[in-house]
């Protein structure tokens, strides 16, 4: 799960997203959630609870422990999945899509390998179903989840756990800090996380 580290230090606490196919009307803009709101107040936040609510049932072959995952912590991460596949599918029902409010920046936007609000906008602009499809495929990733978690499966349930944040990853580097592709290639190419390999992310 080492992976999710390079999320945090790529811009995950401006975490968001753009797209829209047509022009947005004054009123769908001011009472439209952002990308950007959804998820920086929705789908990162649960992600990060859904990895602190696991985390100390990690065992020592790196999967989930059977033995640590009590009824309360099943629960919750049913409760915490749900909430991250909710937000995706909000994500995919957005029309028009829209990155940020009129006056808002995204944090890194000036540092290097950072991306700007109007260019996200653009990179969604040009494939903005392909966006939806990601979020579809977030969603169906939590779906599994909670389906193995339901049914107290730690076999099942750790590698999707362990896969989210490359889902994530995958989707990122399509839209929101495409600039940063080169460097999580050096990083593939050094050895390190696995899951950041495009060829095993699940693509919709």
Not at 98 to 123: M, T
Request: aromatic content about 4%; hydrophobic content about 40%; glycine content about 6%.
């Amino acid at each position: 799960m080492n992976s999710r580290l390079l999320i945090l230090t790529m811009g995950a606490a401006a975490l968001g997203l753009s797209a829209c196919s047509k022009e947005p009307s004054k009123d769908n803009a001011s009472t439209q959630l952002t990308l950007h709101e959804i998820m920086k107040d929705q789908v990162d936040k649960h992600a990060d609870e859904l990895w602190e609510e696991t985390n100390p049932a990690i065992g020592d072959a790196a999967g989930l422990d059977p033995a640590k995952m009590d009824d309360a912590r099943w629960a919750k991460t049913i409760e915490l999945a749900t909430k991250v596949q909710d937000a995706a599918n909000q994500i995919a029902a957005l029309d028009p899509i829209i990155a940020v409010k009129p006056g808002v920046k995204i944090a890194d936007e000036d540092v290097p390998f950072g991306d700007s609000a109007e260019s996200v906008q653009a990179n969604i602009d040009k494939d903005p179903e392909g966006l939806r499809n990601f979020a579809n495929t977030l969603a169906n990733h939590m779906g599994e989840l909670i389906a193995a978690a339901k049914v107290k499966d730690a076999a099942k349930a750790g590698p999707l756990i362990d896969q989210l944040d490359g889902v994530c990853e995958s989707c990122h580097l399509e839209f929101w800090y495409p600039s940063q592709k080169d460097l999580v290639e050096k990083i593939r190419s050094e050895g390190g996380d696995p899951e950041l390999d495009p060829k095993k992310q699940k693509k919709s």
